[in-house]
């Protein structure tokens, strides 16, 4: 399922979500992003030091509340596997991902990049546990709490995490908190990566929602460009960078295409599906 929702085209994407929905199969929606951004962004990795990536200035020790290693998918496809028998329904997707356990607390110095921006997913590794566990996704800026996500349980899995860096921050720090518990935190980060002023993510549609009137459209799109030269009563700065400016209309131009595309009229999502021999029946 989540390769055939990852292949379709974007207006059929919700019509493949709709069947995995059906089924109780959770479909991963790939992290919208600036064109061309993703080759460029910097992944952080625990081991893997190459041009594109961010290895850890701190200790494994201060990485791995379990001190028993670590487990890691890099970004060139090779898997580093040290404790590896927890499985989780991403690790084949994802062509990145970080797994440990909490409390854990790693640290980048960020200080050779422009970032301003961190994403990635958030997966509790531990099914085992049942609802036992909980933990929580905090970022520091040079010891200045930047970013904390709400307290996250197992029917969390797959949230995605994105937010601002300050500019010229030196030392960029993600601690995951396991609240106390010390059990069964295991967790993994997927798709980590760092991006520069000029290779931010897309924000979700609620931010580029400029009016606010329920739909990215080209009325949000000519509120931003106005911003660009005048004052205005609408928030603009939509990747919070500080300033609105030329990636601010590319973001809400980007949504409003997506939301343009996903409108659009198509076969599949006009006819009304009861049974597998009509889903075959359209050439699926």
């Known amino acids: 399922m989540q390769e055939w929702y990852n292949v379709v085209d974007s207006q059929d994407k919700k019509f493949v979500q709709a069947i995995a929905e059906a089924m109780s199969i959770n479909i991963l929606s790939p992290i919208?992003?600036?064109?061309?951004a993703?080759?460029?962004?910097?992944?952080?990795?625990?081991?893997?030091?190459?041009?594109n990536s961010l290895v850890p200035i701190n200790s494994i020790d201060e990485w791995d509340g379990w001190l028993n290693g670590i487990w890691e998918k890099h970004p060139n496809g090779i898997t580093t596997n040290r404790n590896g028998y927890i499985e989780f329904p991403e690790m084949r997707e994802w062509s990145h991902?970080?797994?440990c356990h909490a409390h854990s607390i790693v640290k980048y110095d960020i200080s050779g990049g422009n970032y301003a921006r961190y994403s990635s997913y958030f997966v509790l590794a531990d099914p085992k546990c049942g609802g036992g566990t909980s933990m929580q996704f905090i970022a520091h800026a040079d010891g200045a709490e930047i970013y904390r996500s709400k307290e996250l349980y197992l029917a969390d899995n797959g949230i995605y995490i994105e937010f601002s860096i300050p500019l010229n921050t030196r030392i960029f720090t993600i601690e995951i908190d396991d609240l106390g518990s010390n059990g069964?935190?295991?967790y993994v980060l997927g798709e980590p990566q760092l991006f520069s002023k000029e290779q931010v993510p897309l924000a979700n549609f609620a931010d580029a929602d400029i009016n606010k009137d329920g739909q990215v459209d080209l009325s949000?799109?000519?509120i931003v460009r106005i911003a660009m030269q005048n004052s205005t009563s609408h928030h603009t700065d939509v990747n919070g960078d500080g300033v609105t400016d030329e990636l601010d209309l590319l973001i809400v131009k980007g949504k409003a295409h997506e939301a343009i595309a996903a409108a659009a009229p198509s076969l599949?999502?006009?006819?009304r599906l009861t049974t597998?021999?009509?889903?075959?029946?359209?050439g699926f």
């Not at 993703?38 to 041009?51: I, Y």
């Not at 597998?276 to 359209?282: A, H, P, Q, R, V």
């Open 97 to 99: 991902w970080m797994y």
């Open 220 to 222: 949000d799109v000519k």
């Open 268 to 271: 599949i999502r006009r006819k």
């Open 184 to 186: 069964c935190d295991h």
């Open 276 to 282: 597998w021999g009509e889903l075959k029946s359209i």
């Open 38 to 51: 993703m080759q460029n962004a910097v992944s952080l990795t625990f081991t893997h030091k190459s041009p």
């Open 32 to 36: 919208p992003v600036v064109e061309t």
